[in-house]
């Protein structure tokens, strides 16, 4: 894994507190053994009509197009478990999510498969909303060393769990090989406890 | 200082602290399903691992199965390719699969329970947010993504961050066509969608220790549309009575030794809770929803909320949710016309959730426009459902009775609402376009409250059109 330092890009904003992974991904798009083609997907409902015509969405503006980061409000991504709403994020090109609260399984996901979601004040988010949505060729950066995200003239500080941050830094956010080392120990609990139809320790 | 049944269940399963602080944690019990697990097994085979402990993973079919033909090829192709999918996953790596025709399929968070795979003191996984409906047991359960389902075929444990306990304590008693389902709406409107991030939800209180095994998993079911990842009820005799006997449940001496075990786990009296919560019973109404999140609901015999009752930050959101809902400020719930009446998925499709409406639907019919479905959860909840007489008395009333899926919850399969239909729904998520049509409308409401809608034609107080609470009062 490449260690994540620095995100760089243009930044769209998607509007509305407590959007849930339904609308990032709408469930009929799930059908699917592979996540390859889910970046089409991302809000789809959001951004066609029922007949498949563009609506007016940030995404489908043009002066948005080739962004790496949305704005987002807060709650972000509540609601189901499916990590096809980070992968689709991703694969529709964006590396970074700026917000003011995400909820907890949207988070974990996106960070295991090194999507940064970072958190800003309420009134810095609200600053950014207004300077991207009048300027949309502002580039921001997210600076994971400093935990700073500089657009336009303001430097802002950003939020994320240390370990997190660190995890970026360091290119360790996919935790497997982690995981692994620890197999002998794994396989001594195994043993030990119970399991369904299996006596053991409880 | 005692500690919580989280605390113990976490400390007895942490493998280890790894260097980025979170905890290796072990996993007694992985369920999978067709939608979250099939990149998962693309993932390991291109790392060359196996699924280490397939003993501790056990698969069902649900979310894409259709509920009425079911004769393979299945018509949506998609849904054949994932079904085979997981066929041939399970087979590769001997992996225990409740198939179509076996008898137990169902709604992972349904059979999983019914079939004693679910047990106190176990940690479970799923990929799938409602994994906390196991917390019921004494359990600390929870949904997680498809890398980190990866992550558990490959090593049984999971890099997880421990959460702070809050306790919601419920107490005082429930009035009369009041269910566990207008208690977790109840819950959630009370602390926010956004309420329990960071939390699990230990419930707790008169109202809790009262409630069937069945009726805690809605509450515990509903713990993320609060925000909570987990949530969970101490173990008792409850718990017990309805575990043992089940396939996968401890037998004999085991049993006993269990049962002792399971005790110990339950959190001590003296335990250190982060938050403490203290909801009383007799203030909790028939509750539906009207917006857009799980948080967006009232009394049933309440009216559409006016935005300007709102504080300001919250005011665009509402009226977001009432323009798509296509409500009006201050009209009558109970006027809302409904389209679709949908009983079934993870929330409340278990046998007592049937059984308590058949109860009541004994004689009535379902209102002429109004599509009612029932959805079982299992299909051992279908059979015994057949045996007692149930299945019958909602094919009189003119619900269509359907085989066991998620079905409407989510509308991965056929069965889906159209344009903007409005559908009654004793699911869990009110969310936009959730039930399949991107302008559909989705109201949620306990069983009672679904079945009296669809006899009513409208969004219907059940107390009223099911004659509920006359019995007490002429007592």
Known sequence: MPPIKRIQGRAVPIRGRDIDTDR???????????????GEALFYDERYDEKGHPKDHP????????????????????????????????????AALVGESFAEIFFGNATQIGLVAVTVAPEDLGYLFALVERSPETELVIDLEKMELK??????????PEAVREAFLEGRYDPLEVLLEAMDRIREMDARRAGPGKPGVY | MGKTLYEKVWEAHAVRELPDGRTQLFIDLHLIHEVTSPQAFAMLKERGLKVAFPHRTFATVDHIV??????????DPLAQEMLEALRRNVKEHGITFFDLKSGRQGIVHVIGPELGLTQPGFTIVCGDSHTSTHGAFGAVAFGIGTTQVRDVL?????????????????????????????????????????GGIGYAYEYAGEVIEQMSMDERMTIANMSIEGGARVGYMNPDETTFAYLKGRPYAPKGEDWERAVAAWKALASDPDAHYDDRVEIQGEAIAPTVTWGVHPGQSAPVDGRVPDPADFPESERAQVEDALRYMKLTPGQKLTDVKVDVAFL???????????????????????????????????????????REGIAEVFREAGFEWRAPGCSMCLAMNPDRLVGDELAISASNRNYKGRQGSPTGRTVLASPLTVAASAVAGHIADPREVLGIGGEDATD
């Open chain 2, 66 to 75: 259709p509920t009425d033909r079911r004769e393979e090829p299945l018509a």
């Open chain 1, 59 to 94: 995404l489908n503006d043009p002066r948005y197009a080739g962004a790496k980061i949305l704005l987002v409000e807060a709650g972000f991504g509540s609601g189901s478990s499916r990590e096809h709403a980070p992968q689709a994020i991703k694969r529709a090109g964006f």
């Open chain 2, 344 to 386: 079934g998925s993870c929330t409340n499709a278990r046998l007592s959730d049937l059984r308590e409406v058949a109860k009541y639907l004994r004689g009535k019919k379902v209102a002429k426009g109004v599509r009612a479905l029932v959805v079982p959860g299992s299909q051992l909840v279908a059979e015994a459902a057949e």
């Open chain 1, 24 to 38: 990032i991904v709408p469930a009929r798009f799930l059908k699917t053994v592979t996540f390859d083609r889910l």
């Open chain 2, 154 to 194: 490959a090593t049984q444990t999971v890099a997880m961050q421990k959460l702070k306990v809050r306790r919601i304590e419920v107490n005082g008693r429930l009035l009369p066509g009041v269910t566990a389902k207008d208690v977790i709406l109840h819950i959630i409107r009370t602390l926010g969608v956004k």
């Open chain 1, 151 to 160: 657009a336009g003239d303001r430097v802002i500080p950003v939020f994320l």
